[in-house]
């Protein structure tokens, strides 16, 4: 059984470009959590999602940030106009349900120059 | 206040000793426990995952919660090299949607 998948692991952009950022879950599991990790910083969650609704975005900046969780395929959290505080490692973790472990994947390393 | 509070150590240990790994918390609210293993620059991994308080064993590790002190606590027996990582409490509430993360503890294990 797969793990929670993410990709890409490492991303570079420069200040003012998008990224896209993928993560698809354990297989059964449908609730979808992204996190945030900077430096010297425990990790933050961001938004919630289950398939096609987003449930909880109250750790989401409220510009420029969006995210995601299809019908069919993976998870998408949408960065645009990146500026250089946006590099960090963002996290996707997949659960069965909600109150129930939540599962991480190893992370997209994004970094903004 | 932070939510969570966790020593970010760092902490080094011979081979073989035990180890204690702490977290306190503020909000009473929170019924689910867990602690994750982070190696550098990999993804956290799940390794213990407690409901309210009393005690958890699996293996080497066990997990201890105290919520009328609002303690967390992982101890590790005849402690490895390659237990050298980041340790992670995280907590939730019930019917909560995200978890609260404590910063980490570096841990390093010296053969």
């Known amino acids: 059984n797969a793990g929670v998948m993410q990709n890409p692991r490492h991303l570079v952009r420069r200040r003012g470009q998008e990224a896209r950022l993928r993560c698809s879950p354990m297989?059964?599991?449908?609730?979808v959590y992204w996190y945030r990790q900077l430096p010297e910083e425990g990790l933050k969650f961001m938004v919630y999602?289950?398939?096609?609704?987003?449930?909880?975005e109250s750790g989401m900046p409220k510009e420029r940030f969006s995210a995601e969780f299809p019908k069919e395929g993976p998870s998408i959290l949408r960065i645009q106009q990146v500026v250089r505080g946006d590099s960090a490692a963002y996290f996707c973790a997949s659960s069965p349900s909600r109150d129930n472990e939540q599962y991480f994947g190893p992370g997209t390393r994004l970094t903004v120059t | 206040q932070k939510e969570v509070e966790q020593d970010p150590g760092p902490l080094s240990v011979p081979e073989g000793a035990i180890v204690s790994l702490n977290c306190t918390y503020s909000?009473?609210?929170?019924?689910?426990f867990m602690w994750y293993r982070q190696y550098s620059r990999k993804g956290p991994e799940l390794l213990m995952y407690t409901y309210s308080s009393g005690n958890k064993e699996d293996g080497r590790f066990t997990a201890q919660v105290d919520k009328s002190s609002k303690y967390i606590s992982l101890f590790i027996r005849d402690s490895q090299p390659s237990d050298s990582a980041t340790y992670l409490c995280?907590?939730?509430?019930?019917?909560?949607?995200?978890?609260?993360f404590g910063t980490g503890t570096r841990l390093t294990v010296i053969p």
């Open positions: 909000n009473s609210a929170f019924q689910y």
């Open positions: 297989k059964g599991h449908s609730h």
């Open positions: 995280a907590m939730s509430a019930a019917g909560a949607n995200n978890l609260f």
């Open positions: 999602l289950q398939k096609e609704n987003i449930i909880d």
